[in-house]
């Protein structure tokens, strides 16, 4: 009794002298107060601050990183921890009721009292940890409070401060920190695996060393013995299942990557057919098709477009489509405006052109992206051995689409498999000619071979008829004697008229009397006229009106258009014909009116189509043929029931023949020119012209014998015929075309064929009769282009 009184005074004495001590007056605070947080960074909202609490102890003493920690909660589970030395805490033991003054501060985020004092004011039974889920522990309610928690392991580990488990799952985990004790070895959380049940007791803290300070919320435990293992995971399990994830992700990796080597080796076959089957199409017209049908599958393309380039009119040729009525020509210096413009900066840059979104890009014009189909558009150039000779377009309009770089490769390559095809068909179409050409030149050869053989039968016939008529004059048999020799005269005249038809491009140029020639003609179709029912109108000048060229290649002309004439006049109401000729401006004028048939319109050119029944030649061969004479044809319609054809040529006069050049000429440039040309009068007059221009000329006649002369020297052009000896104008042309500056192709008249053959540019046509205007013509062509490649090889 006496002892329990004494230890009673000596508290009393020791808190009055402690009241006595404590300076100014402190703010007394609850613990929910003294734990509070504010501020966008949640900091203590009474640091720095001296105040004073009342709480019980909960726990033993913890050393931790340099300081001892206490923690108190009161009877509400609000908590606190006391920071202070071990002289401070030697006398405190849980339950103990205690009032501690000293100032708040923080310690990683989280609140602590810095302690000044704590005096004893009760004791009592230790606190019952707060049952709670890992979620109320991830927050500022349950800090400094003794709770304990069950859940998983989710993480092993172990930081500079001690040894570490993680519990919880979902999002939400909490760290369990046993610190290490101060010179003393770490104790490790050894023995727990991931997926162990564990209960873990111990006090609320949080360890957050940066703002904002709202976050890693853990458990302090004093020791090992405050986790227990509820129940144990077995690690076979978690292996099984890792093992099966395992070779499910292996087995859907194999599977996806065999879906895409299916994919592509899909794509590939139908690459490599579509590329086949262009390679085969015979026209524009087809490769385009066969685009269409498989590019949708190819690339997903709506809408595929081909451009090829036609170097005579410096234009974009549109191949049309099924569902369009005509072609479409798109200049490269003044486009159309729309999808036609970025085709033609496509082909101008030679390089491919992506456009995503046609509406955003710079080169669609506002006005066309209203109107345009394809939302999404490449354009691909199409080469074949470095030469440019059109564009692909290939259209998406399901929305925006950026084509990736394998379709633009794969593109790519299909628009020079189409560039090659075009360039075969090209020299598919030349070799088609040259064989028609030497056809036609064969069959030219047996008609006057025939018509030689008959030729001398008539004139023996047509001598007896005038021999016997002498004789019998009187007689009744004199008038059977006169037709008989008029007869054979006309037989005589048709076959005459063959062999000139036959030969018409081995004559050289000539003067020809036309005036003579068209009254020839109009008598050789005279008889048929007349059974026709179709009257002619003779109303040639009475002079003499010559021209010079071929006379054979004039007389198909002119009989080409009046066969013309009179298959029209069939099926109009009046069958008349009128031919007449003058002079006008020192040019002959020749012009043939018939009356036009019912189905014949004022605005119909006969030339822009074929028409079959005018005979074995195409109007629109009668045209170049009349160019190459220096002339022109025209058709017109003089009044709404006649129809007209006017045929221009320069006038020549009997008294002047045209006569080689003695005394060379100056040329700006003097050209070295290859000359093959196996028929000598040709050659004679081409190496005539041409040295008398002051150019270096070199004649053979074979093209073999060319094709190693091109190897040894180097020639700016090449004059070749069209019918050659042994190897064909093709075949050398393919050998000497790296070799040569530029080619021109002498042929037998013209050839609209060949002229589309070699539309592209390549090459240059010179038809005979071989006229010198026509030749300066070609030659200043040469020089323009030699001059063109010397300034882009100097870089200017």
């Avoid at 066969?290 to 090829?308: D, H, I, N, W």
């Avoid at 020119?673 to 000598?680: D, K, Q, R, S, Y």
């Avoid at 020297?713 to 070799?739: I, K, M, T, Y």
Wanted: proline share 5%; with cysteine; glycine share 8%.
């Amino acid at each position: 009794m006496p002892h329990n009184f004494m230890w009673r005074l000596l508290r009393a004495a020791a808190c009055l002298l402690a009241a006595v001590g404590a300076g100014p007056a402190q703010v007394k605070l609850t613990l929910q107060q003294a734990g509070s947080r504010s501020g966008p960074d949640f900091e203590p909202a009474y640091e720095n601050q001296e105040v004073s609490v009342t709480a019980q102890v909960s726990g033993k003493p913890l050393w931790v990183f340099d300081s001892y920690y206490v923690p108190i909660q009161d009877d509400k589970y609000y908590g606190l921890l006391l920071r202070g030395t071990a002289e401070q805490f030697e006398n405190l033991s849980p339950g103990e009721w205690v009032e501690a003054r000293g100032t708040i501060s923080k310690r990683a985020g989280l609140p602590v009292l810095l302690l000044a004092g704590i005096r004893p004011l009760r004791t009592g039974s230790p606190p019952v940890p707060k049952k709670v889920q890992v979620a109320d522990i991830a927050g500022f309610r349950y800090l400094g409070v003794l709770v304990t928690v069950e859940d998983r392991v989710a993480a092993v580990g172990e930081n500079r401060g001690g040894r570490v488990l993680s519990i919880g799952d979902q999002g939400k985990f909490v760290t369990i920190f046993l610190p290490n004790a101060r010179r003393e070895p770490a104790v490790g959380l050894s023995g727990f695996n991931i997926g162990d049940l564990v209960r873990a007791t111990g006090i609320a803290t949080q360890y957050d060393p940066l703002p904002p300070y709202d976050g890693s919320f853990q458990i302090l435990i004093p020791d090992t013995a405050a986790v227990v293992l509820l129940n144990r995971t077995s690690i076979l399990p978690s292996l099984l299942l890792t093992a099966l994830a395992a070779v499910g992700l292996v087995l859907a990796l194999w599977w996806l990557r065999e879906s895409r080597m299916a994919a592509q080796r899909r794509m590939l076959r139908l690459l490599n057919s579509l590329g086949e089957e262009i390679v085969a199409a015979s026209s524009p017209g087809e490769i385009l098709k066969r685009l269409g049908a498989v590019m949708p599958r190819v690339s997903g393309a709506t809408g595929v477009r081909l451009y090829v380039y036609n170097r005579r009119t410096k234009a974009l040729d549109r191949i049309p489509e099924p569902s369009d009525t005509d072609a479409v020509s798109i200049p490269l210096d003044t486009p159309l405006g729309g999808l036609a413009e970025a085709a033609c900066v496509c082909f101008r840059n030679r390089t491919l052109l992506n456009i995503p979104d046609t509406r955003r890009s710079p080169f669609i014009n506002k006005t066309a992206r209203t109107v345009e189909l394809s939302r999404s558009v490449l354009f691909v150039p199409m080469f074949a051995q470095n030469e440019l000779l059109g564009v692909l377009e290939v259209g998406h309009s399901g929305g925006v689409r950026y084509f990736t770089q394998e379709e633009q490769a794969a593109t790519q390559h299909l628009a020079n498999q189409v560039a090659t095809s075009l360039k075969l068909q090209d020299r598919q179409s030349m070799r088609e000619q040259l064989f028609r050409s030497e056809k036609l030149a064969a069959t030219g050869q047996l008609i006057s071979g025939v018509a030689n053989e008959l030729r001398a039968p008539l004139e023996s016939i047509r001598k007896l008829a005038g021999a016997l008529l002498t004789r019998n004059a009187d007689t009744g048999l004199g008038r059977d004697l006169r037709v008989l020799a008029a007869e054979a005269q006309r037989a005589a005249d048709i076959v005459t008229r063959l062999v000139s038809f036959g030969r018409a491009s081995e004559t050289d140029a000539k003067l020809v009397e036309v005036n003579d020639l068209l009254a020839g003609l109009m008598q050789f179709r005279a008889r048929e006229w007349t059974t026709l029912g179709v009257t002619v109108h003779n109303l040639l000048a009475r002079e003499p009106l010559y021209v010079l060229g071929a006379q054979g290649q004039l007389e198909e002309v002119f009989l080409n258009l009046l066969v013309h004439a009179e298959q029209s006049v069939l099926e109009a109401p009046a069958k008349e014909i009128a031919v007449s000729s003058g002079i006008l401006a020192n040019r002959l004028l020749v012009e043939i009116g018939y009356a036009a048939r019912p189905a014949e319109s004022p605005g119909e050119d006969p030339f822009c189509e074929e028409h079959p029944e005018t005979g074995a030649m195409r109007l629109e061969v009668c045209r170049g043929i009349v160019q190459s004479h220096g002339g022109e044809i025209r058709f017109l319609h003089t009044e709404a029931s006649r129809s007209q054809f006017q045929v221009e040529l320069p006038l020549a006069h009997e008294e002047r023949t045209p006569a080689p050049r003695l005394e060379p000429t100056k040329s700006q440039r003097q050209l070295t020119i290859l000359v093959v040309e196996p028929e000598a009068a040709v050659q004679r007059q081409l190496v005539g012209l041409l040295g008398a221009k002051g150019h270096r000329v070199v004649p053979i006649v074979s093209a073999e014998e060319g094709v190693e002369m091109a190897q040894r020297l180097h020639f700016d052009v090449a004059f070749c015929s069209a019918r050659l000896p042994g190897l064909n104008w093709v075949e050398f042309f393919e050998r000497v075309r790296a070799d040569l500056g530029s080619f021109v192709l002498v042929t037998e008249g013209f050839d609209s064929d060949l002229s589309r053959a070699f539309h592209g540019g390549e090459g240059l046509l010179l038809s005979k009769p071989i006229q010198e205007a026509e030749v300066d013509r070609l030659l200043a062509v040469v020089k323009a282009r030699l001059e063109a490649n010397a300034a882009v090889k100097s870089g200017r």
